[in-house]
């Protein structure tokens, strides 16, 4: 069964911290691995990263994924309060037939940005 | 870029009603969309793959006679509810890929909240 799993569970920083976030994964045929970040509502796409060793960026947000530990990173600079939210870990296989684009989700990191 | 719609945003209902929860593709096909659904602080759990034209797969320990999918066109897909008891009170949010796009990401409506008293 696939698996993916995340960490810290929550965190509460200050604004203008750096926090990491880890995602590992066990997963059968990967193929890529997304981030996404959830406030009130649906979950709003941030990376997708399909190849190893190369960091993806926008604005204080990158991510780089690690084919050969099985995990990736998400880390925010200089943080804001708006980036407090729940942010989530998506991998997906290659399952073919009609179930493809089917992802397994981590159990989120609840970040906490204190003013 | 790729909207998915989801329709309504929230809902209340009594126990032992049922309710259809709508998820529409406004700008793509999608051959394929996704149930999931999500208690308070937690992660997206998985319901069903919704796949045009055929029946749905569920996911393990997730009853297909209560929660019924249909997914008539293909932009078009529909959770019911059915018999609903406030167990069922969650936030269900539906995702879609664009079917010509396998590498982009999914896309997520914007949820239902579903209060059952």
């Known amino acids: 069964e696939d698996k993916v799993v995340q960490s810290p569970l929550s965190l509460v920083v200050h604004e203008g911290d750096t926090v990491t976030l880890n995602c590992s994964y066990e997963?059968?045929?990967?193929?890529?691995l997304l981030w996404y970040k959830q406030e009130k509502k649906a979950p709003t796409f941030l990376f997708m990263l399909?190849?190893?060793?190369i960091e993806k960026k926008s604005g204080r947000l990158s991510s780089i994924l690690d084919k050969k530990e099985l995990s990736s990173i998400l880390n925010i600079t200089a943080t804001q309060t708006g980036d407090s939210a729940i942010y989530l870990c998506?991998?997906?296989?290659?399952?073919?037939?009609?179930?493809?684009?089917?992802?397994?989700f981590g159990q989120g990191t609840i970040l906490t940005v204190h003013p | 870029g790729a909207v998915v719609s989801q329709h309504p945003s929230r809902v209340i209902c009594k126990s032992g009603t049922s309710v259809k929860i709508e998820c529409r593709s406004l700008?793509?096909?999608?051959?394929?969309m996704f149930w999931y659904r999500q208690f308070p602080k937690q992660s997206l759990m998985l319901m069903a793959t919704?796949?045009?034209?055929?029946?749905?797969?569920?996911e393990q320990g997730v009853e297909k006679d209560k929660f019924l999918i249909n997914h008539a066109s293909l932009t078009l897909s529909t959770l019911t509810v059915t018999s609903a008891h406030p167990e069922d009170s969650s936030f269900y949010i539906c995702?879609?890929?664009?079917?010509?796009?396998?590498?982009?990401?999914?896309?997520f409506g914007n949820g239902t909240r579903l209060t059952v008293t």
């Open positions: 995702s879609a890929r664009a079917a010509s796009s396998y590498n982009s990401p999914l896309h």
């Open positions: 997963v059968t045929n990967f193929r890529s």
């Open positions: 399909t190849s190893s060793g």
């Open positions: 998506a991998v997906g296989a290659n399952a073919g037939g009609t179930s493809y684009g089917k992802l397994t």
């Open positions: 700008d793509f096909q999608a051959t394929t």
């Open positions: 919704s796949n045009e034209g055929s029946k749905a797969t569920y």
